[in-house]
């Protein structure tokens, strides 16, 4: 499985912005999906976002379309989430995440955040 390691995560103003970063080390070569999921107390995992590491297909839930832009440095095997237009409802643990199942649609495991391998996630309150 690939290693990840989140940072970035922190408190914001309402309308504010983040960036996540997530650092990714290990087998990175079997992930054909990456995104980035959260959770917040006493609610379920939600997928936010996810990214084809072989293209350029990307995948939102409803929740953050027009507001998070998700995007990757191959050459770093770095993943990012820019976060814009900050809402309370964003506040919750986000986790990077991986899938290396290339028989599953990207699309399809980010919306049940259904990746094989995640981080120790970075906490956003707003």
């Known amino acids: 499985h690939v290693q990840l390691v989140e940072s970035g995560g922190g408190a914001v103003q309402a309308g504010g912005s983040l960036t996540l970063s997530c650092a990714a080390s290990?087998?990175?070569?079997?992930?054909?999906?990456m995104g980035w999921f959260r959770q917040a107390p006493g609610k379920e995992r939600e997928g936010v976002a996810a990214?084809?590491?072989?293209?350029?297909?990307?995948y939102y839930a409803d929740s953050v379309k027009g507001r998070f832009t998700i995007s990757r440095d191959n050459a770093k095997n770095t993943l990012y989430l820019q976060m814009d237009d900050l809402k309370p409802e964003d506040t919750a643990m986000y986790y990077c995440?991986?899938?290396?199942?290339?028989?599953?649609?990207?699309?399809?495991?980010?919306?049940?955040?259904?990746?094989?391998?995640w981080g120790q996630g970075t906490q956003v309150t707003v």
């Open positions: 995440a991986a899938e290396s199942d290339r028989t599953k649609l990207c699309a399809v495991v980010a919306r049940s955040a259904s990746f094989v391998s």
């Open positions: 290990g087998h990175t070569y079997s992930s054909n999906c």
């Open positions: 990214i084809y590491t072989g293209g350029s297909r990307t």
